[in-house]
Antibody
Framework: QVQLQESGPGLVKPSQTLSLTCTVS??????????WNWIRQPAGKGLEWIGC???????NYNPSLKSRVTISADTSKNQFSLELSSVTAADTAVYYC?????????????WGRGTLVTVSS | DIQMTQSPSSLSASVGDRVTITCRAS??????LNWYQQKPGKAPKLLIY???HLQSGVPSRFSGSGSGTDFTLTISSLQPEDFATYYC??????????FGQGTELEIK
């Protein structure tokens, strides 16, 4: 049974870089039919797609965040990571990693439990 | 970006009721529309993909329909565990995915 688990600091200072890791267990991030995504949700608000990394290692980012986001993968550890630079209070949110199935349809079929990141001095 | 608009934003209903939530896309997305259920403090859970396909393990009281720009999620007979927030998401403009703002389903 595949599981995703986010980890990283729960508190980040303004202007610093937010760094999170998603560990995938029970399956390989090298599988070609899945993409690996980051999605966030500010408290009481909706879901915002941040970006993804493909099994090839290529990435795609939300244009609204593109200048500040880097997603990378460590296949030896079966992990993928998010870095968001120059954070402000507006980046305070629950951050989810999610697996995206790519077949005839594309959808997020598996999610981590989420981790709350607060940006505050 | 493709904008997704859900209605209503909130809804009160009783156990046993039939409930319909709508989602409208700002441009045609064919049938690339997914529905998720989110309970407080939990991650979203996939219910419906491709507008009408029930995800494995999801009860058959959930159904989806629509294509183009207009879509619906229907719960045929509400159960206590169905009270949650529901989100639609377009999978058309991959990979720039967007979600609706959510519909909060509350107990009447």
């Amino acid at each position: 049974q595949v599981q995703l688990q986010e980890s990283g600091p729960g508190l980040v200072k303004p202007s610093q870089t937010l760094s999170l890791t998603c560990t995938v267990s029970g399956g390989s991030i090298r599988s070609g039919i899945y993409h690996w995504n980051w999605i966030r949700q500010p408290a009481g608000k909706g879901l915002e797609w941040i970006g993804c990394i493909y099994s090839s290692g290529s990435t795609n980012y939300n244009p609204s965040l593109k200048s500040r986001v880097t997603i990378s993968a460590d296949t030896s550890k079966n992990q993928f990571s998010l870095e968001l630079s120059s954070v402000t209070a507006a980046d305070t949110a629950v951050y989810y990693c999610a697996r995206e199935f790519q077949g005839a349809d594309w959808y997020f079929d598996l999610w981590g439990r989420g981790t709350l990141v607060t940006v505050s001095s | 970006d493709i904008q997704m608009t859900q209605s209503p934003s909130s809804l009160s209903a009783s156990v046993g009721d039939r409930v319909t939530i709508t989602c409208r896309a700002s441009q045609t997305i064919s049938s690339y529309l997914n529905w998720y259920q989110q309970k407080p403090g939990k991650a979203p859970k996939l219910l419906i993909y491709g507008a009408s396909h029930l995800q494995s393990g999801v009860p058959s009281r959930f159904s989806g329909s629509g294509s183009g720009t207009d879509f619906t999620l229907t719960i045929s007979s509400l159960q206590p565990e169905d009270f949650a927030t529901y989100y639609c998401q377009q999978g058309y403009s991959t990979p720039l995915y967007t979600f609706g703002q959510g519909t909060e389903l509350e107990i009447k």
